[in-house]
């Protein structure tokens, strides 16, 4: 039953999909505060690479060493986000060739491969893993088990976060102010809310979120560091942002879509089905233009969701 | 508490920011970047020096800072051309691979049968043609549906890339070389599709270098003269504003994508004319020049004729980075250093705008 190929698909789309669905609900709450990051993907391969090195050099019990791990993945993910704000907020720079140098320089070429290197974590696997849990014993469960009981921690942490961050926008005054901040920041500054602040605070929050996504690469996906491990996921979280119209329940849903699609080329290669590998490979990538055109036209004049001052600085003096 | 340092707007832009800004840009960058070398416990001064050394120095290592300019060159000029149009096409990096696709195959087709200066015609225009068609797709989609071109444009870096590894890993194309059974890899091509190389003062210079040079001319005089050049220009500044005056900006940003598509394709096809001679589908995707293009692009603020000059700098950044590679310079120093100098570039994009000005009491000018 539970080797029936949808079942593992679907659970695989989940496992795939939880690193997708933390950079993209990073990118959510960046966007909602009106700042457009590009820089995901070099804040994912950061949040990988520290957070593999914390789990070769951080002593003590297992769960401890993970889940200081994690904590520095998402620090060194936050701050790479501070650069990001620093750059868009502060010095009102151009907000997509902000984000693509934060990628370039922290990515697969750059820092995250640096740091690699000069750590030498590439050259170890990590023993300390994020494994899948066994919950109430159910994990064998036929159907349920291996969707709803067999995951990783981060994947359980994962669906409190995407209630908690709806609540958080939709049903928390701060998380209003947040909107107010992405879709009318002259308004927002008027009742008196540093315009500032809520960019800075958000992009940090969408940078520790997508360290997070990276070190689920690195810890529990691989579970070695790879330089460039992440093979495009920041910008495929980029999209989801977009197909989840701003939303963390559907985005989520579309973090498993495109997880399935990840998982599909290992699922199918396990079992011998006679599909090239590159075709596999590339459908992520196609998929997520496919997807971007349909919203894209659809939506053309009422875009629901985007902040209306998306990707734009905000310049108090000219109203 | 009040900053000591405030930013006041400026009226108008003087001329010798287009300079200073880059210049400004790469001290700070060399700055930061020697900031991360302290912490991870390397002697900045001895890097830069090595780097230095090993990128400009020596007539060696000068004929190998042009070699790797060449690329970048046309991966520069893919990005400011569309950039200038407000398009940001970052699909260089694809745009190149697929030009060096369609190179290697005319070029193995003409084979050694039609005459030298021809093959190397329909090579470039190969390369430009397969890179163009590429790039179009971003344009389409991005001037008919409004599609995010940022995204499309990547994740066609990435199919390219698989659709390189295709041709030559994974099936039995007519790019791969039969006789390659271990390791499988590109069919040379004929010794006589070769592109030419020249020596001038003393450094051997290829063609597509000069083809590069020759491309950022067009490019300035599309700029300076022409009518296009003037659209780009108001497109760029405000497409509403163009639409109304009655300009074509959907058929300018198909244009527009596709002759820096095509610029990238060029690229592809002087990898394979001038330098590997056969389709390397492992070393294209190796060398992240389309990426690198990009900071060549914002370096040279989006101008063609400081794209080559950046290129070359920047071509001898990161030749210096393949020679010196070893323990103790590894591997993603080149591309740190390289991403901060976007960094600073784009943080010095703020003094087109505002001048530093200190707080304290009377105006006096901090800098620039």
Known sequence: MNSNIFIVIAASAIFYGTPLFFAALGGVFTERSGVLNLGVEGMMLIGGVTGAWASLHVGGSAWFTVVAAICIAMAAGAAVAALHAFLCVTLKANQTVAGLSITIFAGAVGLSSYFANIWKVAENPVTRQIRKLDVLGLADAPIVGPLLFNHTILTYASWVMCAVASWYLFRTKIGLQLRAVGESPQTADAMGISVVKYRYIHTMLGGALAGLGGAFYSLAIVPTWVDGMTKGAGWIAIALVIFGFWRPGLTLLGAYLFGALQSLGTVLKSRSYDIPGDVLDALPFVMTIVVLVLVSTRFAHKRIGAPAALGVPYEREER | ????????????????????????????????????????????????????????????????????????????????????????????????????????????????????????????????????????????????????????????????????????????????????????????????????????????????????????????????????????????????????????????????????????????????????????????????????????????????????????????????????????????????????ILFTAVAGEILTKYRLRSNRAGTKAVAA
């Open chain 2, 1 to 340: 508490m009040k900053s000591p340092i405030r930013l006041e707007r400026r009226l108008e832009q003087p001329r010798w920011l287009n300079w200073a800004i880059p210049l400004i840009s790469l001290l700070g960058a060399l700055v930061v970047g020697g900031l991360v070398l302290l912490a991870t416990g390397k002697n900045p001064l001895d890097v830069y020096w090595r780097i230095l050394d090993r990128g400009f120095l020596s007539e060696r290592s000068i004929t190998g800072t042009l070699r790797t300019a060449t690329p970048l060159a046309f991966t520069g000029l893919c990005a400011a051309a569309a950039f200038r149009l407000g398009v940001i096409n970052i699909g260089g990096e694809g745009q190149l691979y697929v030009g060096a696709v369609g190179a290697a195959l005319v070029g193995l087709w003409m084979g050694g049968s039609a005459p030298v200066g021809i093959t190397i015609i329909v090579m470039v225009v190969a390369g430009m043609v397969f890179g163009a068609m590429y790039a179009s797709i971003v344009g389409v989609l991005r001037s008919q549906f409004n599609t995010n071109e940022i995204i499309t444009s990547l994740m066609l870096n990435y199919i390219a890339g698989i659709i390189l590894n295709y041709l030559i890993f994974n099936s039995r194309s007519y790019w791969r070389d039969p006789r390659s059974v271990g390791f499988p890899s590109g069919k040379p091509l004929e010794e006589r599709t070769h592109w030419p190389t020249y020596e001038l003062f003393g450094f051997s210079v290829a063609f597509g270098f000069l083809l590069a040079i020759a491309a950022a001319v067009v490019l300035w005089v599309i700029y300076k003269r022409s009518r296009l050049g003037f659209e780009i220009g108001i497109i760029a500044d405000s497409p509403r504003a163009a639409r109304y005056v009655g300009i074509r900006t959907k058929w300018t940003i198909v244009a527009v994508t596709a002759m820096s598509g095509a610029l990238a394709g060029i690229g592809g096809a002087s990898q394979v004319g001038d330098f590997a001679h056969y389709l390397d589908a492992k070393g294209l995707q190796l060398n992240n020049f389309g990426y690198t293009g990009i900071v060549v692009a914002a370096l040279a603020r989006l101008n063609p004729l400081g794209a080559i000059l950046v290129a070359v700098l920047l071509g001898g950044l990161t030749n210096a980075g393949y020679s010196l590679q070893g323990p103790d310079f590894p591997s993603g120093l080149v591309g740190t250093l390289q991403g901060l």
